[in-house]
T-cell receptor, first 116, second 113 residues
Framework: GAVVSQHPSWVICKSGTSVKIECRSLDFQATTMFWYRQFPKQSLMLMATSNEGSKATYEQGVEKDKFLINHASLTLSTLTVTSAHPEDSSFYIC????????????FGPGTRLTVT | QQPVQSPQAVILREGEDAVINCSSSKALYSVHWYRQKHGEAPVFLMILLKGGEQKGHEKISASFNEKKQQSSLYLTASQLSYSGTYFCGTEIMDSNSGYALNFGKGTSLLVTP
């Protein structure tokens, strides 16, 4: 089956620093990758849609200058949380849509970010 | 655009059945069902695309009504491994986000021995 990886799986950083999270599709090419954020006991909330070679589309209320997304290739998308603050602490999950299975999404294992 | 899930939580004894509902005020292009264990990413269960569709996966099945505004997930003869939070993810007809899903708030399911 399609496998999506994320790195790191868990990161702790100090307030004011930036953190980069990678999302890779390991055995398929992904036209589109999605970034979600999930707070404890809450639903996944879509942050942005990332298409290879073009600018990401951000959902309303998500600051594009704070959450930088770069979709460098058909297998890699990165999310950089700039100048992180404690309220950015969350579980960040990416998903990827295969080129030939556009209706399906495969989720990465998630990255738990804690900002102190 | 967030779909509404019900119930919020349910506790079952092993072997019992459960139904989880997901509804939208707008016609949907697709409905996806996921199960998430604590601290883990969601795991894909199934997708429904056609009105009136029913789809099964072992003892877990789902339906999509004709109007494509409601879906139900059926858990039959529940097992301990079914415990987790179930999310429906929906894509509305007029979405311009290209397959982006909006998730319901989830239904927490606990199966006890």
């Amino acid at each position: 089956g399609a496998v999506v990886s994320q790195h790191p799986s868990w990161v702790i950083c100090k307030s004011g620093t930036s953190v980069k999270i990678e999302c890779r599709s390991l055995d398929f090419q992904a036209t589109t990758m999605f970034w979600y954020r999930q707070f404890p006991k809450q639903s996944l909330m879509l942050m942005a849609t990332s298409n290879e070679g073009s600018k990401a589309t951000y959902e309303q209320g998500v600051e594009k200058d704070k959450f930088l997304i770069n979709h460098a290739s058909l297998t890699l998308s990165t999310l950089t949380v700039t100048s992180a603050h404690p309220e950015d602490s969350s579980f960040y999950i990416c998903s990827a849509t295969p080129l030939d299975l556009s209706y399906e999404q495969y989720f990465g294992p998630g990255t738990r970010l804690t900002v102190t | 655009q967030q779909p509404v899930q019900s119930p919020q939580a349910v506790i079952l004894r092993e072997g019992e059945d459960a139904v989880i509902n997901c509804s939208s005020s707008k016609a949907l292009y697709s409905v996806h069902w996921y199960r998430q264990k604590h601290g883990e990413a969601p795991v894909f269960l199934m997708i429904l695309l056609k009105g009136g569709e029913q789809k099964g996966h072992e003892k877990i099945s789902a339906s999509f009504n004709e109007k494509k505004q409601q879906s139900s997930l059926y858990l039959t003869a529940s097992q301990l491994s079914y415990s987790g939070t179930y999310f429906c993810g929906t894509e509305i007809m007029d979405s311009n986000s290209g397959y982006a899903l909006n998730f319901g708030k989830g239904t927490s399911l606990l199966v006890t021995p």
